[in-house]
């Protein structure tokens, strides 16, 4: 009987790309077993995300989706709500993070254990390098729209992310999180990754003072933001008595700062002077 091992490349490869649309996290676990099959599965990888790039095609619209792998293993990240617990949630009026913002991080399924987080967290993580919506066509424009409420007014802030031409992969998704500048540290409130969506005039999110997602003089959405997404962050002062803890393992120097770049549309440069007699 021939095992795997016997297989040439071709048509290992053709089995790793069926096993990587059914189990990809198997898929991730197996480049363990074998310095060949690492190379394989690397190739394999490569294989599939130039793919989703090439096949798209103008005239078959089909939103993008978060990879479910990821929404189970990052599971609070793409919406700050999906980290509280189900009595939280029956308790809580509103789910705000209300300054705690590495909450969603601590309560993330592999940080219970040490040595499992370590294996998450390492710079040379396999998942890093991997595609938010891997087997679609990739995330290619990425806005961070931040929104502060305050009882002296309200405030927006923007970013937009510089990103690769083979489009956002979890590990700069992740890393523009534990950014400063793309939350409000401990005064943030919520975050949520909105896909389909792009900013499409920073004058009318000035005049506005909030992000609204589907407003269409706001943003554009359907075939025109397939490929794009927003991350929307809320904060404002912080209430209820929060303290945060002195040290949090997860508030770093993040990498991502660089890649956060001020608006690169058009901007009517209105200036109000007074007014006429």
């Given amino acids: 009987m021939t095992n795997l091992s016997n297989l040439p490349n071709e048509i290992l490869i053709a089995i790793l790309e069926i096993l990587a649309t059914v189990d990809l996290q198997t898929l991730i676990a197996s480049q363990l077993a074998s310095k060949r099959l690492h190379a394989l599965i690397q190739d394999t990888i490569y294989n599939i995300q130039n793919k989703s790039t090439a096949r798209y095609e103008d005239d078959d619209f089909k939103e993008m989706q978060i990879h479910p792998l990821w929404k189970t293993k990052f599971k609070g990240l793409f919406n ?12 809580f ?3 705000t993070l209300n300054g705690d913002y590495t909450l969603p991080f601590r309560r993330l399924p ?3 254990s040490l040595s499992q987080r370590a294996a998450y967290t390492r710079p040379e993580a396999s998942w890093r390098n991997l595609s938010l919506t891997f087997g679609q066509a990739p995330i290619t424009h990425l806005d961070v729209v931040k929104s502060y409420s305050a009882p002296e007014g309200d405030s927006v802030d923007y970013y937009q992310v510089d990103l690769e031409p083979s489009g956002l992969t979890m590990g700069l998704f992740f890393d523009v999180l534990l950014c400063d500048k793309a939350t ?10 909105i896909l389909g ?5 920073y004058d009318i999110l000035s005049e506005y003072e909030c992000f609204i997602s589907d407003d269409r003089d706001l943003v554009d959405f359907g075939k025109e933001a397939r490929q794009a ?3 929307y962050v809320r904060g404002g002062p912080v209430n209820r008595g929060f303290v945060p803890e002195s040290k949090d393992s997860w508030i ?3 990498p991502a700062k660089q890649r956060l770049l001020p608006w690169q549309g058009p901007i009517q440069n209105f200036i109000f ?3 006429y007699d």
């Fill in 197 to 201: 969506r792009r900013l499409r005039s």
């Fill in 252 to 254: 770093v120097s993040s």
């Fill in 80 to 91: 700050t709500a999906d980290c509280f617990t189900a009595s939280e949630k029956m308790r």
């Fill in 110 to 112: 592999w940080t219970e």
């Fill in 229 to 231: 997404a927003v991350l």
């Fill in 184 to 193: 409000y540290g401990f005064e943030t409130g919520s975050w949520e990754l």
């Fill in 93 to 95: 009026a509103y789910l």
């Fill in 273 to 275: 002077t007074g007014y």
